[in-house]
């Protein structure tokens, strides 16, 4: 009788009587937080970096059509910069269409980064923070390209917005180069360490863009050093000819076209970077992975939209006890392949409540959401034996 007593008042907390509801989250607002985190399909990764880097080169078509023909803008002799200056020697009127192409980058970066970070930190904790968070100083930096002109207009004291322009680019653009190298390294060593013997994915298309990339900010600062050595010899034997910006310009040494040369190879980068990356899963079997991360026997599970069953299959294996765990198996369960294909708002705005009810220990919400969707299924006498036991461990 008293075992009886004590199953009823697990099962009330397990199932109240007047369960709290919990707090729903517009769908608007569980998007836009899938978006900055990166949970999302490689598929709508592609097709946003498609959209969004078609509308900054479209700003940038635009800026360079309003780009006065008096002043002859060149690659040759104009900065990249120079097409979002709104001085009258360079862009007065298409300069804002320039500075709003640098702020959608940062948003059209932000999520690819996201993206970047959940398939590089399963290889090297530390190291794939170190390196996602290069890259999103790196956007920040390209952010605040587009927010300061650049101009010789006085912000306070003796600090102008073009300086503040030139700190950012210059930093942004290194920070970013060193981050997406460190990236290519973590791929590589994920090659080797995670996904022995996978013949599905070309590591080569990865890694190599990187080291074109590189090899072009290479080549650049080789002219830019040749030229400079070139200059003070001829400036020893004539000293009336002009600075070294005045004697390139127009030329192959000229910064102007070597900043643009880079600036456009990077931006083909990123559009092909979104093509390349490879999934967590890619090359690991699915349920072998989530064994791996949960510790426990999954072989006899299959992967569902459903949230209550998995829920439900996960809770039911003897060694998984671990709620932390299952809650990071539930939040980055978009990652998995198998469940890709099938993934609806409704599907991971069930995975976002009850990771986030599970960290926070509010079980009492997480059983009512498993219950209510089980509570048709034959699954439900099964399942309330199994979560007593998981809850009384």
């Known amino acids: 009788m008293t075992e009886i ?9 397990i199932i109240p009587v007047t369960p709290p509801t919990p707090k729903k989250k517009s769908k608007c607002f569980i998007g836009t937080q899938n978006y900055f985190r990166g949970q999302f399909s490689a598929v709508r990764l592609r097709i946003h970096s498609i959209i969004g880097f078609g509308v900054i080169f479209l700003c940038i078509i635009i800026a360079r059509a309003m780009f006065p023909k008096v002043n002859d803008y060149s690659i040759l002799h104009n900065t990249f910069s120079h097409l979002g200056s709104y001085t009258k020697d360079n862009n007065p009127h298409g300069w804002i269409f320039f500075s709003f192409s640098q702020i959608i980058s940062f948003f059209v970066q932000i999520p690819l980064v996201s993206y970047i970070r959940y398939r590089v930190e399963h290889v090297n904790k530390i190291f794939g923070r170190v390196v996602t968070g290069t890259m999103y100083f790196g956007s920040t930096c390209q952010l605040l390209v587009g927010f300061f002109p650049a101009t010789r207009t006085i912000m306070f004291g003796k600090v102008m917005v073009g300086a503040v322009h030139q700190v950012s680019a210059m930093l942004g653009f290194l920070i970013q180069i060193i981050g997406y190298y460190m990236m290519s390294v973590l791929i590589t060593m994920d090659r080797y360490k995670c996904r022995k013997n996978n013949k599905k994915l070309n590591y080569m298309l990865v890694v190599m863009p990187v080291f074109v990339l590189l090899a072009t900010v290479t080549l650049g600062i080789v002219a830019l050093v040749t030229f400079d050595f070139i200059y003070r010899a001829h400036k020893k034997r004539d000293p009336s000819i002009g600075s070294n910006w005045a004697e390139s310009i127009d030329t192959f040494w000229s910064f102007p076209l070597w900043e643009n040369i880079i600036i456009y190879v990077t931006y083909l980068y990123y559009i092909w970077l979104p093509f390349t990356l490879p999934l967590r899963t890619d090359g690991i079997v699915p349920k072998q992975r989530i064994s791996q991360t949960l510790k426990c026997d999954l072989s006899q599970i299959e992967l569902k939209t459903d949230i209550s069953k998995i829920w439900f299959e996960i809770i039911s294996q003897k060694k998984c006890s671990n709620k932390w765990k299952a809650a990071n198996f539930l939040e980055h369960l978009a990652d998995y392949q198998e469940v890709e294909k099938l993934m609806t708002d409704e599907f991971v ?20 959401i498993v219950y209510d969707s089980l509570k048709k299924s034959d699954e439900i006498r099964p399942f309330k034996r199994n979560l007593l036991n998981f809850h009384s461990k």
Do not use: D, F
Not at 349 to 368: A, C, D, F, P, Y
């Open 5 to 13: 007593l004590e199953t009823a008042t697990l099962v009330t907390q």
């Open 349 to 368: 705005q069930k995975v976002t409540i009850i990771s986030s009810l599970i960290k926070s220990g509010e079980t009492e919400q997480i059983n009512r």
